[in-house]
């Protein structure tokens, strides 16, 4: 028996059509390497998608790539993820599953107040396979505190459960302010444990079998490319796991520690050291830190370093500057209190560092609010951003 086992694709992540690229591209290679290392099925856990109601070219490549490998035999088995679900409950697998394109393992009734789980059953190795779904804000915790433990980890056989949460004990150092459930929440007997939601490479032995997450199969965000730079899956076979990674493009990645510079001389700097750096063809991310000697942020011609790297070919160029100040920033030091006090604290304090004409506190506590909108089940982005722009006109005066 051999599978893989993948999480967390987050197809719609990405804004920038060159990224969205990437991600598909990774998520069509590893179901392409999948095949080539001659799995019987594929596990997905959870995350297939960024939101529930996708944009549609990033459901029309799923649906394209999970056509072709059922057109292989190959099945793909399921769990709904805290990004598939929408506010109502409903979620993009369950229409791939109406059309054969994948079977969602989650699957059960409640009997005497307990969630009992079913198995569904690999025709070709009879593995034994479900699994819980995850929410987001840790809401599928409940699911586990009525489960019938018994029901599962009496079956017999070869056994695979899914999940979709963090586990306290497989947390990496930099994700652990990140909520999360005790290992013992996973039913003990099962031969493996195939884990999403953690964007980071783990395993462990728990009970009888092993406990992976494989992390994204492409980075989702700017500190996970310039952390990993690719994704992966796990290849298993028996009980015996090989993670496989997904490298689908050449990363580079700048540091620049900006402390008491001036904007002239880290932008001096940065262009020297683009000069010296073979970037053909590749994705570059590029962070700056510290609190600038003199000038600000936007004295930094950015434009002109974009230029310089994309005249050395770069595929794709990220800047992050959330770690670097100008000297006349001031750190904002409120007391605790109430969320409203908090805000409306910190909006006074930036008022009077900018200063921001007018005593504009309502207004901006009336932006933070339109800003806060949330898109609605089943609305058009145009649509959306056209309501928006409306009520943004409105509070500010100008419909």
Same mark, same amino acid.
Do not use: Y
């Given at each position: 028996m051999k599978f893989a086992h993948m @999480? &967390?694709?987050?197809? *719609?992540s990405w804004r920038e059509p060159k990224l969205r690229d990437l991600s598909a591209k990774a998520f069509t290679k590893a179901l392409e390497k999948a095949l080539k290392l001659g799995v019987d099925f594929i596990l997905f856990s959870g995350d297939l998608f960024n939101t529930s109601l996708p944009a549609m070219d990033g459901l029309k490549l799923v649906v394209e790539k999970l056509k072709w490998l059922k057109d292989q035999n190959i099945p793909l088995y399921a769990i709904a993820g805290s990004h598939d679900f929408s506010p109502s409950g409903r979620t993009m697998v369950e229409v791939? #599953?109406? @059309? *054969? /394109? /994948?079977?969602n393992v989650c699957q059960g009734n409640i009997e005497n107040n307990t969630l009992k789980l079913q198995f569904t059953i690999d025709p070709k190795t009879q593995a034994k396979i479900t699994g819980m779904l995850g929410k987001k804000g840790m809401l599928d915790k409940i699911y586990y505190e009525n489960l019938d433990y018994q029901h599962l980890e009496q079956e017999p056989g070869y056994k695979i459960f899914m999940f979709h949460t963090a586990i306290s004990e497989l947390k990496p150092k930099h994700l652990e302010q990140m909520e999360a459930q005790p290992l013992s929440i996973l039913p003990q007997n099962f031969n493996y444990y195939a884990g999403g939601h953690v964007h980071h490479k783990s395993e462990m032995e728990y009970s009888s079998g092993l406990v992976t997450f494989p992390g994204a199969l492409f980075p989702n965000n700017f500190s996970e490319i310039e952390k990993y730079s690719y994704g992966g899956f796990y290849l298993v #076979? !028996? $009980?015996?796991?090989e993670w496989i990674p997904l490298k689908i493009i050449d990363h580079f990645k700048? !540091?620049? &520690?900006?402390?008491?510079? =001036?904007?002239q001389e880290v932008e001096k700097?940065? /262009? #020297? #050291?683009? =000069?010296m750096k073979d970037l053909n063809k590749v994705l570059v991310t590029m962070r700056f830190k510290g609190i600038l000697g003199s000038g600000r942020?936007?004295?930094?011609n950015f434009k002109e370093i974009f230029k310089k790297i994309y005249e050395k070919n770069a595929y794709f160029v990220m800047r992050n500057t959330s770690q670097l100040k100008s000297p006349d920033f001031e750190e904002i030091k409120i007391d605790s209190g109430s969320v409203e006090d908090v805000e409306d604290n910190l909006i006074r304090e930036h008022l009077g560092q900018f200063m921001i004409? *007018? *005593? !504009?506190? $309502?207004?901006t506590k009336s932006?933070? @609010?339109?800003? $806060?909108t949330e898109k609605k089940e089943g609305e058009h982005v145009h649509d959306f951003e056209d309501r928006l722009k409306a009520e943004m006109e409105k509070v500010l005066g100008l419909d």
């Open positions: @999480a &967390d694709l987050h197809i *719609g791939l #599953e109406k @059309a *054969g /394109l /994948l079977k #076979e !028996e $009980n015996k796991a700048f !540091e620049f &520690d900006c402390q008491h510079k =001036s904007a700097t940065v /262009l #020297e #050291e683009i =000069s942020i936007g004295d930094i004409k *007018g *005593g !504009e506190l $309502n207004l932006l933070m @609010a339109v800003l $806060n």
